[in-house]
């Protein structure tokens, strides 16, 4: 299965036109929020309007630069998966929007926990989707805001400024695979513990990631993964 990743467009409709090749290519498309370009929301809506006609499969978050009240555009156009829970293809697709408390310059900043509580569906439903540890083997996760302590969380000066109870809540569950954003200049690829986290970096700048998924004998995996540029 081959995964588009996306993140932190931005109001930059040009380079997802940029990229019809890759969505023609892709069997689902995953988006980590940041519709709007700073203190423009009116930019979210073309963007949204412009990601649903390239794929018949998305599913999304909004960023701390989207306004809360866009959320309903996204859930309208059946594509969101913020404090809700997907399945599609023995994947189990779930997400989180907005980005922790900083500046108060953006619209949706929020607590930590906060944050880890539109995971709490996932918490709920630990029975039924993982195995004897609650590990999540066909889960993905995304969530704007990066876990911390990673190479997907970092700004210069080399400080970490990811989501903690985000990171206790992968440690914990163990997904397949999350996209994540946010942070510009950090695009990566990481680990924590068998989970691969990935910020492709924001797609307003160019940036964006590709996967692909195998499942033998019963068990999902990520076989390959990559940063790409425009």
Partial sequence: MKLLLLSDIHGNTENLEKLATEFANADIVLFG??????????????????????????FAVIGNC???DFLAQVEKADISVEASMVFHEGLVIAGSGGGLKFS???????????????????????????????????????????PKDTACDLIPGNIHVGSEKLRAFIEKTQPLLVLTG?????????KVGEST??????????????????????????????????
């Fill in 182 to 190: 946010h942070i510009h200049e950090s695009a990566g690829i990481d």
């Fill in 33 to 58: 929020g940041d519709f709007a370009k700073f203190s423009h929301p009116e930019t979210a809506k073309p963007v949204l309007e412009a990601l649903t006609k390239s794929h018949e499969c998305v």
């Fill in 197 to 230: 986290i990935v910020n492709p970096g924001a797609l307003l700048e160019g940036k964006y990631a590709r996967a692909e998924l195998g499942f033998t004998d019963g068990k999902w995996s990520v076989e390959k993964i990559e940063l790409c540029t425009l």
């Fill in 104 to 146: 108060g310059d953006t619209p949706f900043e929020r607590t930590d926990e906060e944050l880890v509580s539109d995971f709490n569906i996932v918490e709920d439903s630990i029975s039924q989707i993982g195995d004897k540890d609650g590990h999540c083997n066909n889960l993905i996760l995304i969530m704007h805001n990066p």
């Fill in 66 to 68: 989207d306004e809360l």
